[in-house]
C-alpha cells in the first residue's frame, strides 16, 4: 500500500514571502500521479498543483510550483509572494493507476496547516 | 452554481440511527467517490464507483453502504450510525483513470 508522508504539521510565513511545505511518499509504482490540495477554514478542497511522475518537468501553476524529486519520493509545494488568502490546510495526495483502466485511487497525507501573517 | 453539491452540509445523530448522506454532481462524469476526513489522517476512500453498474469498496468501508441512483447521483448510508463515524464527509468526482479528482463542499457528521 502507498503511504503519504506531510512532516510539518504547522507552518507559518509572513506576507509576499516565500514557503515550502514537504511531502513524501512511498511506493513500488512506476506511474502515478501526485497533487497538493488546499482546504481554506470554508472545508472545501481545492486543486492546487497536479504534477504526473513520467514527466520530468516541475509543475507551476501560477506563485505555486513543485520540486518533484522521484528518486527520492519526495514532492513539496513552493508557494512564492504568499497571500493572507493562502492560509489554509495544504494535503498532499498519491494516485495510484491500476491496470485495464481499473482506478484512480487517492491516497492523502496527513496535512499542513499554512498561516499566512500579515 | 457548484458542480458538486452534498446535502446536508452539518447533521447531528444519535447512536443506532441510520443516516443518509447525498452527494449529485452537474460535471457529467462517470466517476464519483466518497471520502472521510479525520483530523490528523487526512482523506480515506470509503467506496467508489465507475458507473452506475459499477460500485468498489475503499480503504474504510466497514459499517458503510453506498447507492448509485443515476451518473449523478451516489449517496453513502450508514445503516447504524456509531460516534467513531463522526467526522467530515467528502464527496469527489473525476472523469477519467488519472484525472484530477473535483471536491464537493464536505458534510460534518456528528453522532452522539
Known amino acids: 500500500a502507498q503511504t503519504v508522508t506531510q512532516s510539518q504539521p504547522e507552518m507559518s510565513v509572513q506576507e509576499a514571502e516565500t514557503v515550502t511545505l514537504s511531502c513524501t511518499y512511498d511506493?513500488?509504482?512506476?506511474?502515478?500521479?501526485l497533487f497538493w490540495y488546499k482546504q481554506p477554514p470554508s472545508r472545501q478542497m481545492i486543486l492546487v498543483i497536479r504534477?504526473?511522475?513520467?514527466?520530468?518537468q516541475n509543475a507551476t501553476e501560477n506563485r505555486f510550483s513543485v520540486n518533484f524529486q522521484k528518486a527520492a519520493k519526495s514532492f513539496s509545494l513552493k508557494i512564492s509572494d504568499s497571500q493572507l488568502g493562502d492560509t489554509a490546510m495544504y494535503f498532499c495526495?498519491?494516485?495510484?493507476?491500476?491496470?485495464?483502466?481499473?482506478?484512480?485511487?487517492?491516497?492523502f497525507g496527513g496535512g499542513t496547516r499554512l498561516m499566512v501573517k500579515p | 452554481d457548484a458542480d458538486v453539491t452534498q446535502t446536508p452540509r452539518n447533521r447531528i445523530t444519535k447512536t443506532g440511527k441510520r443516516i443518509m448522506l447525498e452527494c449529485s454532481q452537474t460535471?457529467?462524469?462517470?466517476?464519483m467517490y466518497w471520502y472521510r476526513q479525520d483530523p490528523g489522517l487526512g482523506l480515506r476512500l470509503i467506496y467508489y464507483?465507475?458507473?452506475?453498474?459499477?460500485?468498489n469498496k475503499g480503504e474504510i468501508s466497514d459499517g458503510y453502504s453506498v447507492s448509485r441512483q443515476a451518473q449523478a447521483k451516489f449517496s453513502l448510508s450508514l445503516e447504524s450510525a456509531i460516534p467513531n463515524q463522526t467526522a467530515l464527509y467528502f464527496c469527489?468526482?473525476?472523469?477519467?483513470?488519472?484525472?484530477?479528482?473535483?471536491f464537493g463542499p464536505g458534510t460534518r457528521l456528528t453522532v452522539l
Open positions: 469527489a468526482t473525476s472523469v477519467e483513470r488519472g484525472s484530477t479528482q473535483y
Open positions: 511506493t513500488s509504482e512506476n506511474n502515478y500521479y
Open positions: 504534477q504526473e511522475a513520467y514527466k520530468q
Open positions: 495526495a498519491f494516485m495510484k493507476l491500476f491496470p485495464n483502466n481499473a482506478g484512480n485511487m487517492l491516497t
Open positions: 460535471k457529467g462524469h462517470d466517476r
Open positions: 464507483s465507475f458507473d452506475v453498474k459499477d460500485i
